[in-house]
C-alpha cells in the first residue's frame, strides 16, 4: 500500500476489514482551492469501493485538515464500467436527494449502457421530468466515485405506460353537483387546474383534477414509511401518483377514504 494512503487511512479510522481493498491503491495528488479554502484528496483504486467505504471517506475525511473549510475525496478507478451503476445511481440519488421519500420511486428504474450514454427507464412523465433535473448533480457525484465520464439520458417505460392505458376506464359523462369540500390530506386546493397531458416541464406544484382507477398499498420496512401509488387520469392523458406517509394516523385515513373510482 502506498505509504501515503496509509498514513491517511489511519488517520480517518477506517476499520482493518476494508485495508485490503487499497493494497494496490496510491494517493495521485491532493489539490488545494485557495479561493474556496479547500483540500481534495484523489485516490487511484483498482475497483469500485463498498457503498460503506465511500460513505466513511465522505464523513471523515476531514479529519486530515480540521481547520481548513472543506475536505473532499474523489476517487479514480482503473477498472471503471457501468456493471453496478444502478447501484450506486441509487447511492447518489440518496446522497443528493437526502431522506426525501422521492428516492422511493426510482427504486425499480430499469439501467442500459450504450458506448458512454446511460439510459435510465422511469414509469411516467413526472419521474422523468424530475430525474433530467437532477442529471447534472448526479453524474458529478459518481464520477468523484470513479466512473468514466457519461451522459444520462431517461426514458418512460413503454411497458408501464401500456399497462395503464390498458386499464383506464372509459370517460363519463360527469354531472356537476354541489358537494361539501372534503379535504382528506393537506390543504384547500386553489391552483389553477392543469391537464395532465400539458405536463411537459417539470413544476413543483400542480394540480389536477383526476378520477382515481387504481390504487396500491405498499408499507417498507424501513424507516416506517407507506407508499401509496394512484393510478389517475383526467381522460386527457394518465400517470402515476404517489404518497409517501410516515405517519401511521394520516396513512390509515388516507387507506380508508381513497378508494378506486374516486374523483
Given at each position: 500500500?502506498?505509504?501515503?494512503?496509509?498514513l491517511?487511512?489511519?488517520?480517518?479510522?477506517?476499520?482493518?476489514?476494508?485495508?485490503?481493498?487499497?493494497?494496490?491503491?496510491?494517493?495521485?495528488?491532493?489539490?488545494?482551492?485557495?479561493?474556496?479554502?479547500?483540500?481534495?484528496?484523489v485516490?487511484?483504486?483498482?475497483?469500485?469501493?463498498?457503498?460503506?467505504?465511500?460513505?466513511?471517506?465522505?464523513?471523515?475525511?476531514?479529519?486530515?485538515?480540521?481547520?481548513?473549510?472543506?475536505?473532499?475525496?474523489?476517487?479514480?478507478?482503473?477498472?471503471?464500467?457501468?456493471?453496478?451503476?444502478?447501484e450506486?445511481?441509487?447511492?447518489?440519488?440518496?446522497?443528493i436527494l437526502?431522506?426525501?421519500?422521492l428516492?422511493?420511486?426510482?427504486?425499480?428504474?430499469?439501467?442500459?449502457?450504450?458506448?458512454?450514454?446511460?439510459?435510465?427507464?422511469?414509469?411516467?412523465?413526472?419521474?422523468?421530468?424530475?430525474l433530467?433535473?437532477?442529471k447534472?448533480?448526479?453524474?458529478?457525484?459518481?464520477?468523484?466515485?470513479?466512473?468514466?465520464?457519461f451522459?444520462?439520458?431517461?426514458?418512460?417505460?413503454?411497458?408501464?405506460?401500456?399497462?395503464?392505458?390498458?386499464?383506464?376506464?372509459?370517460?363519463?359523462?360527469?354531472?356537476?353537483?354541489?358537494?361539501?369540500?372534503?379535504i382528506?390530506f393537506?390543504?384547500?386546493?386553489?391552483?389553477?387546474?392543469?391537464?395532465?397531458?400539458?405536463?411537459?416541464?417539470?413544476?413543483?406544484?400542480?394540480?389536477?383534477e383526476?378520477?382515481v382507477?387504481?390504487?396500491?398499498?405498499?408499507?417498507?420496512k424501513?424507516?416506517?414509511?407507506?407508499?401509496?401509488?394512484?393510478?389517475?387520469?383526467?381522460?386527457?392523458?394518465?400517470?402515476?401518483?404517489?404518497l409517501?406517509?410516515?405517519?401511521?394516523?394520516?396513512?390509515?385515513?388516507?387507506?380508508?377514504?381513497?378508494?378506486?373510482?374516486s374523483?
Amino acid at each position: 500500500m502506498d505509504e501515503h494512503l496509509e498514513l491517511l487511512i489511519k488517520e480517518i479510522g477506517l476499520k482493518e476489514d476494508f485495508h485490503p481493498l487499497f493494497e494496490t491503491a496510491l494517493i495521485e495528488k491532493v489539490n488545494h482551492f485557495q479561493k474556496e479554502d479547500r483540500y481534495e484528496f484523489v485516490i487511484q483504486v483498482e475497483d469500485y469501493l463498498p457503498i460503506e467505504v465511500y460513505k466513511f471517506f465522505e464523513k471523515n475525511i476531514g479529519k486530515c485538515y480540521p481547520t481548513s473549510g472543506e475536505v473532499t475525496v474523489r476517487f479514480l478507478v482503473k477498472n471503471n464500467n457501468f456493471e453496478k451503476i444502478n447501484e450506486y445511481f441509487l447511492f447518489a440519488l440518496k446522497t443528493i436527494l437526502g431522506n426525501s421519500p422521492l428516492v422511493e420511486m426510482y427504486n425499480d428504474c430499469g439501467f442500459r449502457v450504450d458506448e458512454n450514454v446511460v439510459f435510465i427507464t422511469v414509469a411516467n412523465k413526472a419521474e422523468k421530468l424530475k430525474l433530467n433535473g437532477l442529471k447534472k448533480n448526479i453524474i458529478n457525484f459518481l464520477k468523484n466515485l470513479g466512473f468514466p465520464d457519461f451522459k444520462i439520458k431517461v426514458e418512460i417505460d413503454e411497458t408501464k405506460g401500456e399497462c395503464i392505458l390498458k386499464e383506464e376506464p372509459e370517460p363519463v359523462p360527469v354531472r356537476k353537483t354541489k358537494v361539501e369540500n372534503k379535504i382528506i390530506f393537506g390543504n384547500e386546493i386553489k391552483s389553477r387546474i392543469k391537464q395532465i397531458d400539458d405536463l411537459v416541464i417539470e413544476e413543483d406544484n400542480v394540480a389536477v383534477e383526476c378520477l382515481v382507477f387504481a390504487i396500491d398499498f405498499f408499507e417498507t420496512k424501513k424507516n416506517n414509511l407507506k407508499i401509496i401509488t394512484l393510478k389517475i387520469t383526467d381522460f386527457s392523458n394518465s400517470m402515476y401518483a404517489k404518497l409517501f406517509v410516515n405517519d401511521t394516523d394520516v396513512y390509515n385515513k388516507l387507506k380508508s377514504n381513497l378508494k378506486d373510482g374516486s374523483w
